[in-house]
């Protein structure tokens, strides 16, 4: 379903390259995105179901347990769990093209990056 530099992303974890990490909370916000109409259509056209991705991302994706941070700064509250997912998980990086996020800049020292700044920074050759 993913292009571009999602999928280049996507392709960096498949090979090994990095280490995606989530949570269960970030899971069931993933497949409730993906039930949504305006994905479902994209979905049927590439010949994806929902759990087949689910599945894909699953596979990928190492589970990190649901802790609670203290984000006052954050506008948009139901995104604590990103944050929370990436502290538990001493992640070196969000990466997301949430802008409630990405205002942000980092977190705990983490940086809250866009898939492609992401690739500029850590990946420079595939950017």
């Known amino acids: 379903m993913w292009g571009g530099v999602p999928a280049k992303t996507l392709r960096l974890a498949r090979n090994q390259q990095i280490n995606i990490f989530i949570s269960e909370s970030l899971l069931l916000e993933l497949e409730t995105t993906l039930r949504r109409d305006k994905f479902q259509h994209r979905l049927q056209q590439r010949g994806y179901t929902v759990e087949e991705l689910m ?73």
């Open 55 to 127: 599945s894909v991302v699953k596979s990928l994706s190492n589970n990190s347990p649901t802790i609670s941070v203290d984000a006052p700064q954050l506008r948009d509250p139901k995104d604590n769990f990103v944050l929370a997912t990436a502290v538990a998980a001493n992640a070196e990086a969000i990466i997301t093209g949430d802008l409630d996020l990405l205002v942000l800049v980092a977190f705990n020292e983490i940086p809250i990056l866009t898939p492609q700044d992401f690739l500029s920074r850590y990946f420079p050759d595939l950017s």
